[in-house]
């Protein structure tokens, strides 16, 4: 099998066909998620040329695309917003928790991204500081960084809330911290009962205030008692919320994050092959358990390109937010207030110099920096360096 495949071969080998065979079943968003990873890292884009300051050794990189969709941009994305969030992190546990929705709500939330995927987070933020406010269980203020993810390891459509929650929080008179157990932060059962009271109450709302689109085989969805039929299974689900045990200090918080933060539907490193028959990749089965639970798909390429297409977000939807002692303009000083109750001193000011890091490999030949020596337009080729003057030696006598 061929290593080093990636997610735009296969969009630059089979995505014009597929264009054209969906051509006015793509919307604008997506088409332009094709474009933009078709493209990345190609001369499209425009580049520069890297010179070794030790051995002259040049080397052509072309530029990005940024794309929060693309498999090969989110690496320097997540190092950057990981940068940011290390000020941030307290000398405490961290929870990891998870919010996911049934099959029949994902169902309306695949038709009405922008509006359910909100109602997730505001749902499951709002779930989990009323918990934790309550006296009878924390009793406190706690700061939320949650992530929305839109998947299945296997790429299909499955809507869930990551979150990652200091254990502790501020007392409402904001006279001490209150830490939670050591591997227990909130009971999970009582989370899934509120998250499912919250959800279902809004989306009813939304739906009964005309908010919520329906098409193809859903439109029927449109007349209250079919919407409300749709959701009865819902009702009587248990809603499945999951919490992990703490973290082994700030470190392993931030190398967690660096793996849900900035993620997509698919990486470049599970694609194993791809031909005109199909497209192979592992994925996770999480119904087995141990060495089971890694497993070999393989998918048309049509097919594959579509379970790809449905992750993307609506145009300036944000995946990643900040609820609670974590929110806005607040933070800062939420963050010193709980940095005093819990006698630790404020972490160190960081420099413009230490933002800015030199992330470009070294020379293949000798180790050494590169630099930037010349920059080019999208469309344009480096120039060619320039011929050496061959020197010809006379044969020695």
């Known amino acids: 099998m061929y290593a080093g495949l990636e997610v735009a071969d296969i969009f630059r080998t089979v995505g014009p066909a597929y264009r054209e065979a969906h051509a006015g079943h793509l919307s604008l968003a997506q088409l332009k998620v094709m474009s933009a990873i078709e493209h990345c890292r190609t001369a499209a884009l425009g580049g520069h040329v890297e010179g070794c300051e030790d051995c002259g050794h040049l080397r052509i990189a072309y530029n990005s695309c940024r794309n929060r969709h693309c498999p090969k941009c989110q690496g320097a994305a997540a190092r950057s917003w990981l940068a940011e969030r290390e000020a941030d992190l307290l000398p405490v546990g961290y929870f990891h928790v998870v919010f996911t929705v049934p099959v029949e709500v994902a169902e309306v939330a695949f038709q009405n991204k922008a509006l359910v995927y909100d109602l997730l987070f505001r749902a499951a933020s709002e779930t989990m500081m009323t918990i934790a406010a309550d006296p009878r269980h924390l009793g406190a203020r706690i700061g939320i960084t949650a992530v929305l993810h839109t998947w299945g390891s296997a790429m299909t459509h499955h809507p869930h809330i990551h979150m990652i929650v ?119 089965d999480y119904r087995r358990n141990g060495l089971e639970r890694q497993c070999i798909m393989t998918l048309a390429p049509y097919e594959f390109i ?86 010809i030696r006379e044969p020695c006598p």
């Open 166 to 284: 200091p254990g502790g929080g501020i007392a409402r008179d904001s006279s001490r911290w209150i830490a939670s157990r050591p591997a227990f932060l909130l009971p999970v059962r009582v989370l899934g009962k509120l998250f499912r009271r919250q959800f279902l109450t809004r989306l009813n709302q939304f739906h009964d205030a005309g908010k919520l689109s329906f098409f193809g085989s859903m439109k029927h969805l449109t007349e209250r008692h079919a919407f409300r039929r749709h959701l009865k299974p819902a009702r009587s689900k248990r809603w499945v919320v999951y919490a992990k045990p703490p973290f082994a200090g700030p470190a392993a918080v931030l190398a967690y994050l660096s793996r849900y933060t900035h993620r997509v539907a698919i990486s470049n490193r599970r694609i194993l092959a791809f031909d005109e028959t199909g497209v192979t990749f592992r994925f996770k």
């Open 306 to 391: 579509r379970r790809f297409l449905l992750h993307v977000l609506p145009r300036g939807f944000h995946r990643i937010r900040h609820y609670g002692l974590l929110a806005g303009s607040a933070r800062q000083a939420n963050l010193a207030l709980a940095r005093a109750l819990l006698q630790v001193a404020p972490p160190p000011e960081r420099s413009h110099a230490d933002d800015v890091q030199d992330l470009r490999p070294p020379c293949p030949c000798c180790g050494g920096r590169m630099h930037v020596i010349e920059t080019f337009e999208r469309w344009q080729r480096a120039r060619a360096p320039p011929m050496r003057t061959l020197q």
